[in-house]
């Protein structure tokens, strides 16, 4: 990216990820249209489409790869890097959601459940519980985007990192843990499946702890900066 400026490479980030949500969900709405599935929760869930299904799955690879790709190429640091792609991960949830309520009329309240990712088993969660996750990956991603550098880290601490990692632990097994329960009956009970309840209890404990980092470098950064005894 030609600007070496933080602020400007994040608006080019934030403008990336706002496209790829423009992307992500006409490509939702060309699926679940075909397949009269507009809104997800609902029996058979995740019919056989033959090979649109494979490609479904190579495509939201995909979608990762470019996620860190632009991180990659926005910043200056690895730490920085991974803040990038974090916020454009964030920016690229939330908007999806947006515009897929533009587009579909769906999802109709944050409380609707979702298929939120195919990989490595389906992941099922309301609306709700992904873009809670997105909003911390914004701010917590920018932070570290914006304000690291070579000279300077901008880092969360140990303990803080050690949390979020539980966290991230979590809350995937949160979202697939009826996929858990389900992989051992075989792939047609997967594609039946549809959950009856959230664990919201296990996902806010598991929100908390990734939200302890983000806390963390919300309070260095308002912190003022430090001036070198004379």
């Not at 992500?24 to 809104?39: G, M, P, Q």
């Not at 190429?73 to 947006?98: E, H, K, M, N, P």
């Not at 309301?126 to 880092?155: C, H, K, Q, S």
């Amino acid at each position: 990216m030609k600007t070496n400026k933080p602020w400007g490479r994040g608006w080019v980030v934030v403008g990336y990820a706002v496209a790829m949500a423009w992307v992500e969900a006409a490509v939702v709405l060309y699926l679940r249209t075909l397949l009269n599935r507009l809104e997800p929760y609902q029996p058979n869930p995740l019919p056989d489409v033959g090979v649109p299904g494979y490609a479904e799955l190579i495509r939201e690879a995909a979608t990762l790869v470019m996620l860190v790709t632009v991180g990659g190429l926005a910043g200056q640091t690895a730490r920085s890097r991974l803040g990038f792609t974090v916020l454009a991960f964030g920016v690229w949830d939330i908007g999806y959601y947006i515009f897929l309520r533009l587009l579909t009329g769906w999802p109709r309240s944050l409380l609707d459940w979702d298929i939120l990712f195919l990989l490595p088993l389906p992941w099922w969660g309301p609306v709700l519980a992904p873009t809670a996750i997105a909003a911390l990956m914004i701010i917590g991603g920018g932070l570290v985007a914006l304000n690291d550098t070579a000279a300077r880290p901008f880092w969360p601490g140990r303990f803080s990192l050690a949390a979020a990692t539980i966290g991230v632990g979590l809350t995937l097994y949160v979202f697939m843990a009826d996929a858990l329960r389900g992989a051992p009956l075989g792939k047609q009970a997967l594609r039946e499946l549809w959950p009856a309840r959230f664990p919201w209890l296990w996902y806010l404990l598991g929100l908390g702890l990734l939200g302890l980092p983000v806390v963390e470098l919300a309070v260095r950064a308002c912190r003022p900066p430090r001036i070198p005894p004379a």
